[in-house]
């Protein structure tokens, strides 16, 4: 038994960039007021970077009443909201550009708010094909040399499974290069 591993850097072709803001009020309906106000300002700023709206997903924001779990003493403000947008696109120039500054832009508008970009790779059929065949052909150079050692010969493929395909970051500082790996075990007959 041997086994063929490929590995292959290969650039994100996806991002899904999540923005959360937040807000604190003693009138439930002051805060509504701030959030919707804070979702149009969000909104606006994407669409200023050129997004569309099928690339923008709206979240619907989540209300706590803060005197259930707390002394009403031990706070300031009664009422907080919590609310998410998403914008999911192949615009990897522009999420990359638009990181650097959106959680500013906002703060400049009283928006508290937190960025943070996933990047996804969803070309993997593209690239199985070869990657396949390489794996197995590390795995028949890995057997040849096993047999060479041995003084053997390489016989027919007795029996060969693929492993699953892994896309992982590149690292922690590159998550839109992404690296993916395949190991196919093989094991052959000798003679």
């Known amino acids: 038994k041997v086994r063929g591993l490929c590995e292959k850097e290969v650039p994100?072709?996806?991002?899904?960039?999540?923005?959360?803001?937040?807000?604190?009020?003693?009138?439930?309906?002051?805060?509504?007021?701030?959030?919707?106000?804070?979702?149009?300002?969000?909104?606006?700023?994407?669409?200023?970077?050129g997004f569309s709206d099928e690339e923008i997903k709206y979240t619907s924001a989540r209300f706590n009443d803060r005197y259930d779990s707390y002394y009403s003493s031990n706070i300031r403000f009664r009422y907080n909201a919590n609310q998410t947008i998403?914008?999911?696109?192949?615009?990897?120039?522009v999420v990359s550009e638009l990181e650097k500054k959106i959680d500013a832009e906002l703060l400049k508008q009283d928006i508290i708010s937190s960025s943070y970009s996933s990047y996804e790779y969803h070309g993997l059929n593209d690239i199985k094909p070869s990657m396949i065949a390489e794996s197995l052909e590390n795995a028949r150079t890995a057997a040849d040399e096993f047999?060479?050692?041995?003084?053997?010969?390489?016989?027919?493929?007795?029996?060969?499974s693929q492993g699953y395909f892994e896309v992982e970051d590149l690292d922690e500082n590159t998550p839109?290069?992404?690296?993916?790996?395949?190991?196919?075990?093989?094991?052959y007959y000798l003679k």
């Open 12 to 49: 994100a072709d996806r991002v899904v960039l999540r923005i959360n803001f937040s807000g604190q009020d003693n009138e439930l309906t002051a805060l509504r007021a701030t959030m919707d106000r804070n979702e149009q300002a969000v909104i606006a700023l994407l669409k200023n970077a």
């Open 86 to 93: 998403n914008v999911f696109t192949d615009k990897m120039d």
């Open 147 to 160: 047999a060479k050692n041995s003084h053997s010969r390489i016989g027919k493929m007795r029996t060969a």
């Open 176 to 187: 839109q290069v992404k690296k993916v790996r395949v190991v196919t075990t093989v094991e």
